[in-house]
C-alpha cells in the first residue's frame, strides 16, 4: 500500500461507504459514543474494545519516494476505491444469503 498523504478518519470512511451504498447515515453522539442510525435502526456503534492500545492519534504518509522513483500514481480516488469495495463486499454478501437460503453451511464449502 502507498500513502496518499490525505487523512480521513473512521467516521468520514463510513460515511463515504454509506453514500456509495445509497444509505443515508443520521450519527447520534461523536466520538467513542457514537452510534448510527439508518431508518431509525442502529445499523453501527463505535466500540473502545476494538481500539489498539498502541494506536497512534495521526497516521499520514508522504507519496513523494513512490512518485519520484516509481513514476507511480494513483488510479483511483478514495471514492473510487470505496465504491469498489462496498460493491464487491455486497455481492459477496448476497452470494452466501443466497447459498445459506438454499440449505448450503458456508463452513464446508471452504474445506
Known amino acids: 500500500m502507498i500513502a496518499t498523504e490525505v487523512?480521513?478518519?473512521?467516521?468520514?470512511?463510513?460515511?463515504k461507504t454509506t453514500v456509495a451504498l445509497g444509505i443515508q447515515i443520521r450519527w447520534e453522539r461523536?466520538?467513542?459514543?457514537?452510534v448510527g442510525y439508518w431508518n431509525d435502526?442502529?445499523?453501527?456503534?463505535?466500540?473502545p474494545k476494538y481500539f489498539c492500545p498502541t494506536e497512534v492519534e495521526i497516521?499520514?504518509?508522504?507519496?513523494?519516494k513512490a512518485?519520484?522513483?516509481?513514476?507511480?500514481?494513483?488510479e483511483l480516488t478514495l471514492n473510487q476505491m470505496i465504491e469498489e469495495m462496498?460493491?464487491?463486499?455486497?455481492?459477496?454478501?448476497?452470494?452466501h444469503a443466497l447459498l445459506k437460503k438454499h440449505g448450503f453451511s458456508l463452513n464446508s464449502l471452504s474445506e
Open 30 to 34: 461523536t466520538g467513542v459514543d457514537g
Open 7 to 15: 487523512q480521513y478518519g473512521v467516521s468520514q470512511l463510513i460515511e
Open 86 to 95: 462496498a460493491f464487491t463486499d455486497l455481492a459477496e454478501t448476497k452470494k
Open 41 to 47: 435502526q442502529s445499523i453501527i456503534k463505535i466500540d
Open 59 to 64: 497516521l499520514l504518509g508522504d507519496p513523494s
Open 67 to 74: 512518485i519520484w522513483k516509481l513514476r507511480w500514481s494513483p
